[in-house]
């Protein structure tokens, strides 16, 4: 499987941007999704997950009510839609599939993508 993050780019404190994260491979639109973020000098920590239905989804206490996690999967694509970002939200943000139990945890994934900047001036 191979995953594809997009959509980061400068935004002021209070605005919005929508992640996406795109899928490819056998059996990609299966998977669990997990979006994760590494701020400068911070380990890498879950943000949302969501699970092949969407009837699943699970928050990261300093997003819950922001951020909303969704997915397409006749496009084989998750969306994370941020809105009242802060500055604290500043990080490079990660899209991950098929992740064992606990689905919270960076080390239970066993596909990534690269990465896409969001950066958050105040």
């Known amino acids: 499987v191979q995953l594809q993050a997009s959509g980061g780019g400068l935004v002021q404190a209070g605005g919005s941007l929508r992640l996406s994260c795109a899928a490819s491979g056998r059996a990609s639109s299966s998977y669990t999704v997990g979006w994760f973020r590494q701020a400068p000098g911070k380990e890498r920590e879950f943000v949302a997950a969501?699970?092949?239905?969407?009837?699943?989804?699970d928050y990261a206490d300093s997003v819950r009510g922001r951020f909303t996690v969704s997915r397409d999967n006749s496009k084989n694509t998750v969306y994370l839609q941020m809105n009242s970002l802060k500055p604290e939200d500043t990080a490079v943000y990660y899209c991950?599939?098929?992740?064992?139990?606990?689905?919270?945890?960076?080390?239970?994934?066993?596909?990534w993508g690269q990465g896409t900047q969001v950066t958050v001036s105040s």
């Open positions: 969501i699970n092949w239905g969407g009837g699943r989804i």
């Open positions: 991950a599939a098929d992740p064992r139990q606990p689905y919270y945890s960076v080390d239970n994934y066993n596909y």
